[in-house]
């Protein structure tokens, strides 16, 4: 009998890693999984209504056990920084793989974050500017040339004649370390002093430097006259200090007084029109660095101003009226020191205070908002006219706007600071024109473009001037590593579908979907095998059009040899999908189990799966009988805020409304930075900026605006959906009305985990503590003393059918509303709750853990508590965001009654079935960034969908034809 290989070798025979992740015991938050196959190396789908735990599951189940056994393979050293993470409540988990999340998160909330930057696209620019670009002059616009010594020489003495000068060689510049041997070996060669971070110091005595900052040094070389006879001497120390600085040089003049003298740099292959340039790095291109920033805004490329617009509100007031906002108390008193400085401005200047600000002359209306030119003062009374003690005083007026910029910087007062911000606005960087770079580095160009230039390209237009770069032999070949990265990572954006993103375009104002998709790319260029992908919802914000882009960037990720694990109700993707996993049946704990998990085609057939009876058509979005006519209209002429073309758009009231189009092609510049702004600002009296248009008329038939966005309901772990629906009100004066609360004399003060006295000073209500990591994010901890129930044990002692009330806050809407169904306004909260699909959440569920959706929805169902007037505007940014087929029909549903009740519901949409059901559409395009900014067709959904032009008729179409 033959032996085996591996018994003859005395080898174990490797063992084949499993072609399943293998769950078993799953019991996160409301999962109840007994046991469940998941194929590696697939794109395996988790699908199911909103609630139903399929986050639970790929996120806080398989990604945090993968994180959690990263962390437990390394050294003790390393974890007692990164802290023991809880292990998922798991029985058994095999098979698993290092796992990397691409999140929904927002990319960033530092303004210096860019996509450029975020891509890592601006790292390989930086390279390829520093080593091919070419330096020119930034005031005759000529390229660099070098200087030779006797240049240098011959500059010196006309730039500063007669002038005593110090001249110095750059040694180091920003960066770390102590150098004491540098300041050793000048001292032993005979040098005498240097300069460290802009101070002069001896080298018999040099200053003891700490090594964790960066420093700028520079030899001290000579001290001369500039003076022809001297020539010989000034040619001899610049020739030694262009040796010492290794072909640099700088001249500083001696000032008079407190002013300083001029100071001159020179180079020996880098100057012109008396300037010298300092050699190229990458920092020079980096808006982060002291080396590369615009000094004037520190490489952000705007500065806060204090805005005319939002200081003058209301130009058809008077002065006297409160058209100057700033003063508007004081003239309405009609005394003080403020009024008196107006009345005093008004007499010297003659300007009418009982005139309307724009009937005022430019003049005039500008001597008020930046002061008096020249020496002119205002002569300002001062003291009662009837008494002894009066005058006057004579002070330079120097401007409303002036005034509050100087106030802003010198107050120390935060509440003071957060009232001048009302009249600020971020204004571009008058230096830098918003470009984030000192001038030097704005002036270097390849291929006749600048690095500010090339990243205000959109990423199709970046591709295409990246490879058609036009370089010499030696330049191609030092700039070919740079630009395959480039070129990579921008086919990798373009695959995801973000042709139309700028590279200058700010990570703050990215969308969660955006910022996905950009985490997603930059993944794809890391070309990384056999680890597991676990996204969240990576179509939002997707057209139906760019769609099969981003199924292929995922199919790509798994033929890399990666399991791709997607939470996703698209069906395109579901379909796409080589595994479906349907969670169900309901939400919350009538959620949490497997309903069925195997191909699409399989799960069209399954009788028991809600996702699908959608995909079959067992179950569907009907379409509308009837569209509802207009009640009125407004109308928006000239928008032409970022890529809009100076369009005019009419809305139509008392309807459901959809504004649709590609990615990128103005529908949010339209809706929330045009027409909502100026909503507010009409209707409310709000200061918020408004984009750039010519009017907007038909504002009559409305009284509020309200938007309901997916920002989370508060900042910090005290605020839930009870207490933003002011349910939780209720719940805790009905507490106090129990007996046992009476006899105590306790009021609903008592069960409230934000004051004093009925809950646990330990935590103080929260239920965690927070442990602060220094340089690590901080953890929470539950609080040891209330086992994280918030209250103290007297508190807890009340009861409600045997509920505390930290259990009814652990308790989910519709038990609530089982529990509270004989008190009228309290059900009537948590109904609408329910009707907007959450009735799986926890009534205390901390908003820091609620999902945008979510979030969004808590908000709408505060709006249909409220009594209607019929006259409100609803404006929803794709509320569909994380929700199932069923949960999309219950938004309609509400969306339909706030229609009926006489208001408007403006959406921003990519969601088909939303469209469908809409009354009007408004579809821009055609296409994203500036290939966008159009009205490409705007009517009823039947309408649009005739049109050959619009992306969105197209897809539309199919699905109209099947009512």
Not at 370 to 382: S, T
Request: proline residues 5%; hydrophobic residues 35%; glycine residues 10%.
């Amino acid at each position: 009998m033959d032996t085996p290989s591996s018994e003859r070798t005395g080898r174990l025979s490797p063992v084949r890693e499993p072609d399943f992740i293998e769950v078993k015991g799953a019991h996160e938050h409301n999962l109840q999984i007994d046991e469940l196959l998941v194929p590696k190396r697939k794109l395996v789908v988790f699908t199911g209504v909103s609630g139903s735990g399929k986050s639970s599951l790929a996120f806080d189940t398989l990604y945090a056990e993968g994180q959690r056994r990263y962390i437990e393979s390394l050294s003790a050293y390393a974890r007692q920084f990164l802290g023991q993470l809880e292990r998922p409540k798991i029985e058994h988990l095999r098979g698993l793989s290092p796992t990397i999340a691409i999140e929904q998160k927002s990319a960033s909330n530092n303004p210096r974050s860019t996509v450029g930057t975020i891509t890592e696209i601006y790292d390989y620019l930086r390279v390829l500017y520093a080593r091919v670009g070419t330096q020119h002059c930034t005031d005759c616009g000529k390229p660099v040339r070098s200087s030779s010594p006797e240049q240098i020489v011959d500059a010196l003495l006309a730039e500063a004649p007669g002038c005593k000068l110090t001249l110095f060689a750059p040694l180091v510049t920003h960066r770390k370390g102590e150098f004491k041997d540098l300041f050793e070996e000048l001292r032993g060669r005979g040098f005498l002093r240097v300069e460290v971070d802009g101070e002069i110091h001896r080298l018999d005595d040099p200053p003891k430097l700490d090594k964790k900052f960066k420093h700028t040094i520079a030899l001290v070389v000579d001290r001369i006259t500039a003076r022809p006879e001297d020539r010989r001497r000034i040619t001899e120390s610049v020739e030694l200090a262009l040796r010492e600085g290794k072909g640099e040089v700088r001249a500083e003049a001696e000032g008079k007084g407190a002013t300083p003298g001029p100071k001159l740099q020179f180079s020996e292959s880098r100057s012109c029109c008396g300037k010298s340039f300092p050699e190229l790095s990458p920092q020079s291109f980096s808006f982060n660095s002291p080396l590369g920033m615009c000094p004037d805004c520190n490489g952000l490329g705007t500065r806060n101003e204090a805005a005319p617009d939002l200081v003058v509100p209301d130009p058809s007031l008077s002065i006297r009226d409160g058209a100057i906002a700033p003063w508007a108390s004081a003239m309405e008193r009609g005394e003080g020191w403020t009024f008196r400085i107006v009345e005093a401005l008004a007499e010297a200047c003659d300007v009418g205070l009982d005139i309307a600000w724009n009937k005022l002359s430019k003049k005039k209306r500008d001597t008020v908002l930046f002061g008096v030119q020249g020496e002119q003062k205002i002569a300002v009374k001062w003291g009662s006219e009837n008494s002894a003690s009066q005058g006057t005083w004579g002070m330079k007026f120097e401007g409303v706007i002036p005034n509050l910029m100087r106030r802003f910087r010198e107050t120390d007062s935060e509440a003071a600071r957060d009232y001048y911000r009302k009249y600020f606005r971020e204004a571009p960087c008058d230096a830098c024109g918003g470009k984030r770079m000192r001038p030097e580095s704005l002036a270097v160009r390849v291929s006749g473009v600048g690095i500010a230039d090339a990243t205000a390209l959109t990423v199709q237009q970046a591709s295409k001037h990246f490879a058609s770069l036009t370089l010499t032999g030696a330049q191609r070949t030092i700039a070919e590593g740079a630009l395959r990265e480039i070129a990579a990572r921008l086919t990798f954006l373009l695959n995801v579908g973000l042709d139309y993103l700028t590279l200058d375009r700010s990570g703050p104002t990215l969308s969660g979907g955006e910022a996905q998709r950009i985490r997603l790319a930059s993944q794809l260029g890391s070309e990384l095998s056999g680890v597991m992908y676990v996204l969240d919802e990576p179509s939002i914000g997707l057209h139906q059009r760019d769609n099969q882009r981003l199924i292929r960037t995922l199919q790509h990720l798994r033929d890399l040899g990666n399991t791709v694990l997607v939470v996703e109700h698209d069906e395109d993707t579901i379909r796409a999908a080589d595994h479906v996993v349907d969670f169900g049946p309901g939400a919350g704990h009538l959620g949490g189990k497997v309903v069925f998990s195997g191909s699409a085609k399989e799960l069209a057939r399954c009788k028991e799966s809600l996702t699908g009876a959608y995909l079959s058509g067992r179950k569907e979005i009907a379409v509308p009988p009837a569209r509802r006519p207009a009640k009125g209209k407004i109308k928006v002429l000239g928008a032409a805020e970022h890529n809009l073309r100076g369009i005019d758009v009419t809305v139509p009231l008392g309807g459901l409304v959809a504004v649709t189009g590609v990615s990128g092609a103005g529908k949010s510049s339209l809706v929330n930075g045009i027409l909502l702004p100026a909503l507010a600002n009409k209707l409310h009296g709000s200061l918020d900026r408004v984009g750039t248009h010519k009017g907007l008329s038909g504002l009559e038939k409305l009284d509020k605006v309200i938007a309901i966005d997916q920002r989370p309901i508060g900042r910090t772990p005290r605020s839930n959906p009870g207490t933003y629906t002011k349910s939780f009100d209720l719940i805790r004066e009905l507490f106090a009305q129990l007996p046992e609360s009476r006899a105590r004399g306790w009021k609903a003060g008592r069960f409230s985990f934000n004051v004093k006295g009925g809950r646990c000073e330990a935590c103080q209500g929260d239920g965690v503590i927070k442990v602060e990591m220094h340089f690590l994010s901080d953890v929470y901890v539950p609080c040891e003393v209330c086992a994280g129930k918030r209250y103290n044990a007297q508190t807890l002692g009340v009861t409600y059918k045997g509920r505390t009330i930290a259990e009814i806050l652990d308790s989910s809407v519709d038990d609530c509303l089982e529990l509270f169904e004989n008190h009228p306004p309290l059900k009537r909260i948590l109904h609408t709750l329910v009707d907007v699909g959450l009735g799986y959440m926890k009534i205390g569920q901390t908003a820091t853990t609620m999902s945008g959706g979510e979030a969004q929805r808590v908000k709408l169902s505060r709006e249909l508590c409220k009594v209607q007037t019929g006259n409100t505007l609803y404006v929803l940014d794709e509320p569909t965001t994380g929700l199932h087929f069923e949960d999309i029909a219950r938004l309609l549903h509400v969306l339909q009654r706030l229609v009926d009740a006489g208001n408007t519901v403006l959406v921003i949409e990519h969601n088909l079935d939303v469209i469908k059901c809409a009354d009007w559409i408004i579809d821009l395009g055609p296409e994203g960034g500036q290939g966008g900014g159009l009205v490409i067709a705007e009517g009823t959904p039947e309408e649009v969908a005739k049109v050959e032009a619009s992306h969105t008729g197209r897809f539309l179409a199919p699905l109209l034809r099947r009512k």
